[in-house]
């Protein structure tokens, strides 16, 4: 079986890894080839956040990509049975920047995108690439969960399982999209996560400096993660397949 974290239709997360766990090899995306920087992920969203405020909150393709691709990171930190959502997030990500340079002018923005789809009834339709307001739905669903991931992360005390935080994120946001069998086999990876301890060490954070530094980032995120919510609603979008 397969499963894929952000969405269950492309680049798919290998569950076999979890007894073959030496054959994960994530290379093939470059978001594997450098490690999670807190400090760069925190910044380049606050960036994308105040772009928002000065553009009347619209939200720009090109810097949501790039400040999603080094957020995505967090997930080699998780270990084996997480790295292959590096590779599905990369795939979607790469989908928006195809329509970006297939569509110059109308996908300068996320919010120019889902009004350039709504308008032209593309939302959809079954098409290669996939639409980008079908893209971007599921990487959207995905930053829910790793927004409450690092609030559990950000709150959590020495001692808490890393395996109780991270399906407690999970319960409350994307399972509510994934299939019995997707469910299933996310539970199986949550046996491979490090130990908060091991986790807060991998990303240079101690029980000290960790809650003011995942509180900045994870204040970066929400608004932005509120602000597509809302476009979403807005045009009743929240169902495309």
Request: with cysteine; net charge negative; aromatic share 8%.
């Amino acid at each position: 079986s397969t499963i894929s974290l952000p969405g269950d239709d492309t680049g798919r997360w290998i569950i076999h890894q979890y007894q073959h766990t030496n054959t994960v090899n994530y290379k093939h995306t470059s978001m594997a080839d450098s490690a999670f920087d807190l400090a760069k992920v925190s910044k380049l969203w606050e960036d994308v956040r105040k772009a928002e405020g000065a553009s009347g909150d619209e939200v720009s393709l090109g810097d949501y990509c790039s400040a999603y691709a080094e957020l995505v990171k967090i997930f080699n930190v998780l270990g084996k049975g997480f790295g292959m959502v590096t590779s599905d997030v990369a795939a979607k990500l790469g989908i928006l920047r195809e329509h970006e340079t297939l569509h110059t002018g109308d996908y300068n923005t996320l919010h120019g995108m889902i009004i350039y789809e709504v308008d032209n009834g593309l939302t959809t339709v079954k098409s290669k690439p996939p639409s980008g307001s079908r893209t971007l739905l599921r990487l959207h669903r995905a930053l829910e969960f790793i927004i409450v991931f690092l609030e559990k992360l950000r709150d959590g005390k020495s001692g808490d399982a890393m395996s109780t935080l991270t399906s407690e994120a999970y319960s409350s946001t994307l399972s509510k999209h994934h299939t019995w069998v997707v469910r299933k086999g996310v539970g199986v990876a949550l046996y491979l996560l490090p130990s908060r301890e091991k986790l807060l060490e991998q990303l240079s954070l101690t029980e000290e400096s960790a809650p003011a530094l995942l509180k900045s980032l994870t204040e970066a995120l929400v608004p932005i993660y509120e602000n597509i919510q809302a476009f979403y609603t807005k045009h009743d979008l929240h169902g495309l397949p």
